[in-house]
């Protein structure tokens, strides 16, 4: 009895938290985004978000913080390339229009691209979202959207096919796009309804050296494709 009234306290000051954040988070800055590996966040944290090839123990901040700042160090790429003219303020303006401060994200750890195979045959196999939420309580929509992506880890020439060597890609109609961010671009606008994307890919992905968790499965190679055969640990 003891434990259970400990535990309805804390899920108590958990929302007190979450309002207070939100307020003064509103008032004091740019933009903000909610972030959380668990679906609900509030007034109980609920299950679990799951990621297709990730064994997390969503009790173990060591896990969950290690893929929120996959997220956080994904989302913040664009502005921090040194050839890029993308600053802080730029995401924040595109974001909030009509001066909406909260924004909401989604995160795909690891992009679920087979070893050997192409960006264009991986997005038209696609089924369902790119990513998942991260933000507590929010389900991403489709419609009427401003939306940053960024999409690292794989190099331009893994597009597509030489033509000579297309075969049934040159019947795809993403097969005239001639970079990564052209088809991604495209992509979404096929799949989304009024919606604005900002497309950044980084042909580098993340390097998850140590102390960052081993909590991928053997699916997921070194180089971060899904293989065929198990990786060798």
Known sequence: EEERHRSQINDSLRVINFTLSFLDLAEHSSLFAPLCTNKDGWRQPGIKREFNHVQYNDKLMYHTSA????????FTLRYRLKASQYTL?????????????????SLC???????????????????????????????????????VITLRGIPEERLKKPFDRAGTQRDMPAYRCKNINEMLTFYMSCTTFATATSVTNISKGLIPNKPYPNFFDNKVGVSGNICSTLRRE
């Open 67 to 74: 893929i929120l700042a996959s997220a956080l160090d994904t």
């Open 89 to 105: 303020s730029d995401l924040c303006a595109d974001l909030s229009l009509h001066n909406r401060k909260l924004a909401a994200a």
């Open 109 to 147: 750890l690891p992009f679920s691209f087979n070893e050997g195979a192409d960006l264009i045959e991986c997005l038209d196999n696609w089924d369902g979202p790119l990513s998942k939420s991260i933000t507590p309580n929010c389900s991403i929509g489709t419609d009427r959207m401003m939306q």
